[in-house]
């Protein structure tokens, strides 16, 4: 994986401007720490950081290619796991290939079939192409989206960025934020509403989506999207289909010039995609696959076994490990290293996030990186097959809002009077939650539990899961880890979406047809483990560590985040809240402890990237 950044302005002659561009791509050197490039014309100015992942040696960007009289240059980031069959079909199209990257493929696929490349297309990815006949710029974003791209249109000029904070160095870019972008960070964070960047002036281009930008302007186009289709399979040929799904995707994905491993949490997803790698490095005869999992200093002691986290994961991963015969790296952390991170996954970000579990993650995948330099992640398995508790709940499938975020009142009652009137928190997540309601596609035939499912399902896949892959993308390619989420196949994604509610419970349990189709691939301690999220440590000391620090920026008046809360009524909440309050505010993990990390990180993002509230 990549970064990329650059921008177009007709008006201004942009080779007086590569200083900027140059700062622009180095604030993204952790995406791509083994290469920087960049390419300036006129009108338009391209950045890339690399990570070599296929052919190091000769996949540099921008990479510029001729086809007749007109030049292309392109900036990308992601792969394309169908890179080989596109590579053969353009080869009897006359295309001559001088590497072996998909960078390559890709271009020649857009020179060869336009803006329908995108059709043809298995992978992830968010990249930019330059026509300089056309004097356009193609930008676009891989279905699901689990690369991001950064759009800004500000003062004539078009922008875009894989991370917020290249946009944020261009000196035409300020750090405003208005009310709807307090409220994403109060009422919707660590959520974002999609294509809401939350600075004033920035957006994100979503998932599934292309844009032209040329001298008439800026033309945007949907590709693809969730659409409701009839599902004729019964449970058996389910089953089998998910699995060659599911086999071939990871095939696939363990492409790769550099070494790969596996996160392995000995949950029934991480489990299910490290078996079938293990069984296919067999196969090849390339050994032993690397798996890596996180704990926390003596979570062995405190763990509290509740709803959203029945169990622990260490006696999984023995079982899975001594399995498949593994070379296992266990990763450990303590509160203090914690604490410490909460600072770094904000500046990962750009903006607050889900605090120790963000922070945590950072340090796994740096610790991950000194092995390998690609990983295979579960993300997206709960979201398309129905595993997380609100999916479950009455209580969740009939509250007229997001079913993982049902701390709406509470959350409003942090903010002081005057912000609380500004930005009208409870009609902001109520609109919100309507927005995303009217966009389900409606089934004709559907009954009324039908089309509850089929709801919740759309809410988990286009509002949820963005935030969990933002999460996996930032702290991850913040230290230079490419980390690869095979159930984010679109071709998964579309099947199991309209797979009706009775085939994807079968047998009762929650992703009840996952675990049919995994069986004989898993043991069944595995294959009959309950739902349990990513690790988060129990021990006290975090409460108290969190707390302390909080309550140091609530006792200095120069803390930018105490014009925007009620102060006395967070310190009773502080006061009140300890290590036993599990019931999360934000999907499974976050309750007591990580509401106030987040808080902390509200006031670091306000103070390091000195936010103007407008």
Known sequence: ????????????????????????????????????????????????????????????????????????????????YNAPELKKELEQHGRRFTTTC?????????????????????????????????????????????????????????????????????????????AEGIAEIFMNGPARTPGQGVYKHLSELLPGQCMTVDRAGVQLRTYWKLENKPHTDNAEQTAEHVRWLLEDTV?????????????????????ALTSIAAAYYTKQGLGAID???????????????????????APFIHVMSDYLGSRHTFIEFDTPELTNALDAAVEARDLPGMADVDGSLYMFCREIKKGVTVAISGEAADEIFGGYPWFHREEALNADTFPWALSATMRAGLLSPDVASWIKPLDYVRDRYHDAVAEVPRQDGDTPQQQRMRRMSYLNITRFMPTLLDRKDRMSMAVGLEVRVPFCDHRLVEYVYNIPWEIKTSGGQEKGILRRALEGILPDDILNRKKSPYPKTYHPSYLHSVRTRLTAILDNPSSPLLSLINVPHLRKLMESTDASSNLPWFGQLMSGPQLFAYLIQVNHWLEHYRISIK
């Open 291 to 313: 798996t890596f999992s996180v704990d926390f200093t003596d979570n062995d002691k405190h763990f509290q076994a509740h709803a959203f986290q029945p169990n622990s994961d």
């Open 1 to 80: 994986m990549c970064g990329i950044t650059g921008w177009i302005d007709w008006t201004a002659n942009l080779l007086h401007e590569s200083e900027s561009l140059e700062k622009m791509t180095d604030t993204l050197a952790p995406r791509g720490p083994d290469a920087s490039g960049t390419w300036i014309t006129t009108h338009c100015a391209l950045g890339h950081r690399r990570l070599s992942v296929m052919d190091p040696a000769n996949g540099a960007q921008p990479m510029i290619r001729q086809s007749g009289d007109d030049t292309y240059v392109i900036v990308y980031n992601g792969e394309l």
């Open 102 to 178: 998909d960078t390559e493929v890709l271009l020649y696929a857009y020179i060869e079939w336009g803006k329908a490349c995108l059709d043809r297309f298995n992978g992830i990815f968010a990249f930019a192409i330059w026509n300089s006949k056309e004097e356009s710029l193609f930008l676009a974003r891989d279905r699901v989206g689990v690369k991001p791209l950064f759009i800004s249109r500000i003062n004539g000029r078009f922008l875009f960025g894989s991370e917020p904070k290249a946009i944020l160095a261009h000196p035409a870019v300020s750090t405003d934020v208005g």
């Open 251 to 271: 095939h696939r994905q363990l492409a790769s010039d550099v070494p790969v491993g596996t996160l392995l949490s000995g949950g029934l997803d991480s489990s």
